[in-house]
């Protein structure tokens, strides 16, 4: 089968390319926009560590064809920030300690991403629901589901008083960001 | 702000003070930001133009001799780039921990007349693209005599059991020993003299690591004809060292970049894609990647260890264990890697945290036509732990004697000698039990309440 | 048929690192012109925070603000030797070599910053926040990005320094087993509750409590992060984790994917209530002992500790499938009827 060209509105912006009919959307994603947040943990549907949004809802984008999806929109946790500044769901897995290799996290943010676009006050069982396809070997999860009901809980507070970024300008203080591998302390010490 | 697991300071007060400005901070993890935005870059987030695939035509036996391995099919596939069979590899035979000088080199990179496991290397197969990687390598063809297969580490040692190993036995050899050895005290007048014995054996099943990230890596040849290995192993030097011996050049014609690791756990402190990536690159002057498929981190990826261990125990009816037997089987698989050194570590942790002055183990580090084990999160440890702590819990049943203060009768404390023979110091398993009691609610009378690590109650 | 209830304990050590070959790493820190401070290792960070840790190391003794320190690693070009990430090791040893590292760093610098102010070395003190200053005399203090800009630039010096942590290899006696393969021991006790219900053998973990003795928590939120994690993997391993196939069971490796290796999910959490006791390790970085591996290990036999408290029966082999609880029913049941 010939190749033909793709369209994809990619993180906002139209974008195109030339597909084989076996080229799935992850290794579009991957090797031909060089975007990859979207990692390849398992080729096989199992992992989620390759979810994006397709037209707004988690897909695990290693088992889709490319072909198929064209004149889709296509988010990816590259598409999240708003330049340097965290959207809510990025700062609540900061801000909670929920990444620790950090392999799963990008898929984790976007299953995340979709429950909260589609539901603002999530329960704890949503939460469960909507990362259950999102396989974590380091946290335990337990730090993983308390940012998603952190992060809606900020984006709840952000639309009440109207300024959805707030949360995040609040704390972007830039002061982790100064030198490449070193971090501003958030707290005092632990309580002792 | 993320969860902080709250620290009781009424324990070791005066030894844990200390007047620090950032130690003991919930400072944010450096890398989180990474993370979270996908910048994080990983081996495979690496995209060198000219990259070629590496993908491996494994046994589908356990035991066999190899008759005859034809390549030509795969030589046949478009985008097929290179073959490369045990005669292209410099030094086909090596062993992870020659390192420190633990030998003999009992692995080949790719199996040469024989192979001791399923899913075994035998051929790798270099391509243009993964799809012709992955085709030609299903396109070998073997041809096998099948041999006897062993499966279980005590059906290994058995008599009459087939050899599997070159090097004449199924188990390592410690000095002269067929096993680990700790010997402490008298276990049989241990025995003798107790109130009571008490037995039981445990075993478990190989686990996989699971890393979400599978192991691999990319090698890029450089200007100065130099190899930089982009890794997800746990141990760079370990990598670069192991690599140089097998391909049989200099190591400094080798640079391993790496550090970014998507989950370990154990499982990428083997050296086993990196060789023959280097390979790949050095036969196709162009960059190779060499990335475990799903199944092959699930299927030859090495595993935690199955082990039999059984337990004797010599016990007084006042809940003073006098004497402990251990006997304990870890299923090295195939191959040594680092199993003989976990083996070893299992030894060293005998009898567990408690003092007990007759000790005997025997600790077996066995080899099956299973897939290797090697390192995993506590190896050596873990699996002994469940044996331990679960016989304790037995043994206080048997007795009818509260766990915890059974535990806490024969924990171990400052200054006491180990079976291994080394003075423990800094010890604090009497107080995490005092501390877990308070958490639950669990009783404990003024005596072991007033027990301290750093002295043992009198009688 | 009924859910029944238990309660379980274990309590466990661990060694910190194995010294059995030998068990070094080494670390390099040298100050930028500015008085950035580069930490650079080959060490290897899987996750666990080693690269955070490491930079409180090396602020901590340096005595200059976290945000002045970055770490490069590993890269074998650049970074000096590291045993590597196994073995609870890497916060022990990699943090010990950093401290030592920057001990002789923080040497230059005062030397240089003394030189700046014409005092003696040995009456000056770093503040923590970017200055150096003579003690008793606070206000006569310079900052280290001018103490970097003289010794690269008037004075011709490098502020730098090297360190390397080793325990010296332990070669076991074979008769005996006599050896010291390991520096120190941490120290963890849980208590697992569970439910397991006697008609289809499923084990339930409601709870678990664990008190861990980590020498010092270095970064609390990190370590929490270890043990939540860890405990998360030994409650996997308890009840879950085998390459061998469930049924019919055999020695073959099952699993090819992450269907039919089975890990419990977000909708499987027991509660976890923690407490950390500190018991600082003369041997260790500001006392820390490793504790990577030590926090999956209790919660397996805790677990089946309780499963016996619940229904009477021992689980001798892992994992603790609902087979296996309901063969032991069966048993217990034959020999009341026997």
Known sequence: MPSTIVTLKLNGTERELIARPSTTLLSALRDTFGLTGAKRGCAQGGCGSCTVLLDGRPAVSCLIPVVTVDGCAVETVEGLADGDRLDDVQQAFVDHFATQCGFCTPGMIMSATALLNREPAPTRQDVTEAICGNVCRCTGYEPIVTAVLSAAESRRDGAAEGRHDSAAERRHDGAGERHRDAAAPLSGKAAG | ?459 | MAIRQGRGYAAVNYPTGMNLGGDPSQALVHATTMGGFVVTLSSVDLGQGLRTVVAQCAAETLGVPLENVIVDTADTDTGPHCMGTFASRGTHRVGNAVIMAAREAREVLLRVAADELEVDAEDLETDGTGFVRLKGAPEKKIHVSEVALAAHFRQGRTISGRGIFLKEPSTPVPETGEMDPDSCQAHACTVAEVEVDDETGVIEVLRLYNTYEVGRALNPAIATQQVEGGAWMGLSHALFESTEPYYPHSREHGPLDFAAYLMPGPADLPEQTSVFLERPAGNGPFGAKGIGEMTANAPIPAIANAVFDAVGVRLTSMPFTPEKVLRGLDELRAGRAG
């Open chain 2, 1 to 459: 702000m993320g969860r902080l697991t709250p620290i009781d300071t009424t324990y070791f007060k005066d030894e844990r003070a200390g007047d620090f400005t950032v130690i003991g901070s919930a400072v944010q993890r450096s890398d989180a930001r990474g993370h979270v935005t996908g910048r994080t870059l990983f081996f495979e987030d690496l995209t060198p133009p000219g990259l070629t695939h590496v993908k491996i035509h494994r046994s589908t036996r356990h035991h066999a001799r190899i008759d005859r391995v034809d390549v030509s099919g795969a030589l046949e596939v478009p985008g097929v780039l290179r073959v490369i069979t045990h005669e292209d590899v410099p030094n086909n035979w090596y062993v992870v921990l020659r390192l420190i000088g633990v030998g003999p080199d009992d692995e080949p990179v790719l199996a040469e007349d024989r192979v001791l496991y399923r899913g075994e290397p035998i051929v790798a197969v270099v391509a243009e693209t993964e799809e012709a990687a992955r085709e030609g390598a299903a396109r070998v063809v073997v041809d096998y005599t099948d041999l006897p297969a062993v499966l279980d580490v005590e059906a290994a040692l058995a008599d009459g059991a087939p050899i599997i190993k070159q090097a004449g036995t199924n188990h390592f050899v410690y000095e002269g020993h067929p096993c680990r050895r700790i010997r402490f005290g008298d276990v049989e007048r241990g025995f003798a003299e107790a109130d009571r014995i008490i037995e039981g054996r445990y075993s478990s099943s190989p686990i996989e690591h699971a890393p979400v990230e599978p192991t691999g890596c990319i090698v890029v040849p450089q200007g100065d004809g130099r190899l930089r290995i982009h890794s997800n192993t746990q141990a760079a030097f370990f990598t670069l060292d192991n690599t140089a011996l097998i391909l049989g050049v200099p190591p400094t014609s080798l640079r391993v970049v790496g550090g970014t690791v998507g989950g370990g756990f154990g499982g990428k402190v083997d050296v086993i894609v990196e060789p023959l990536a280097c390979l790949a690159a050095m036969l196709t002057g162009r960059p190779a990647k060499y990335v475990y498929s799903r199944a092959e981190e699930m299927q030859v990826s090495s595993t935690r260890a199955a082990e039999h261990i059984h337990i004797k125990d010599g016990v007084m009816d006042d809940g003073r264990i006098v004497a402990r037997q251990v006997t304990l089987y870890v299923d090295a698989g195939a191959y040594s890697r680092h199993s003989p050194y976990g083996t070893t570590k299992a030894a060293a942790h005998m009898p567990g945290p408690y003092t007990i002055p007759n000790v005997h183990v025997d600790c077996y580090c066995v080899y099956t036509n299973r897939t290797p084990s090697s390192a995993m999160r506590g190896f050596g440890v873990t699996i002994g732990d469940f044996a331990l702590e679960s016989h304790m819990d037995h043994v206080a049943r048997e007795l009818g004697m509260d766990p915890l203060r059974l535990r806490l009768k024969n924990a171990y404390r400052d200054g006491d000698m180990k079976a291994h023979r080394k003075i423990a110091s800094g010890t604090a398993l009497v107080e995490v039990i005092q501390s877990a009691a308070d958490l639950v609610g669990h009783d404990l009378p003024p005596e072991y309440r007033a027990m301290s690590s750093a002295e043992r109650p009198e009688g």
